[in-house]
């Protein structure tokens, strides 16, 4: 299966509570069709500490078709499951490491660095514009700061 077409019939549900497993997922989605695939991320296992969450809050339910899918999305978002209001949307697929870096400034890659940084006198900073005034007030005769 493509993946673009995975993820059109593929929703997250968000908001879940702590309680709520793949069964009760599965048994209040199952109602708009056929699902394929129940998926409740679990959090990260620490075994110092037992009253760790078991999953992260979140599922994704992958159905059969994509009209099943937008049918679970406009009945059950922003209602309740297990007294907590969940947010059901379309999944979005997960960015790959390439995609990820998209939110880093230019000048954290090497690449950028290598390409475009000076050494600080040809950098033309603080200290190049305060002697490019310097020079520029020793050219202006003394009556012109007066106007």
Do not use: C
Not at 35 to 45: D, G, Y
Not at 99 to 104: A, D, E, P, S
Not at 115 to 130: D, E, I, Y
Not at 132 to 147: F, L, R, S, V
Request: charged share 25%; proline share 4%.
């Amino acid at each position: 299966m493509e993946q673009g077409t995975k993820s059109k019939k593929t929703v997250f549900v968000g908001g879940i509570a702590d309680d709520v497993d793949e069964a009760i997922v599965y048994e209040n989605f199952s109602t708009f069709g056929d699902i394929i695939e129940v998926q409740l991320p679990s959090a990260a296992t620490n075994p110092n500490q037992q009253t760790e969450a078991k999953h992260r809050g979140f599922a994704f339910v992958t159905y059969t078709s994509s009209a099943d899918a937008q049918d679970a999305i406009d009945n059950m978002d922003l209602n309740e499951l297990r007294g907590k209001v969940i947010k059901v949307n379309l999944a979005r697929p997960m960015k790959t490491p390439l995609q990820l870096g998209g939110n880093r400034a230019v000048w954290e890659s090497e690449e950028w660095l290598q390409q475009n940084l000076k050494p600080l006198a040809q950098s033309g900073g603080v200290q190049a514009r305060t002697q490019q005034d310097d020079q520029e007030d020793d050219e202006q005769p003394d009556n012109a700061m007066e106007e």
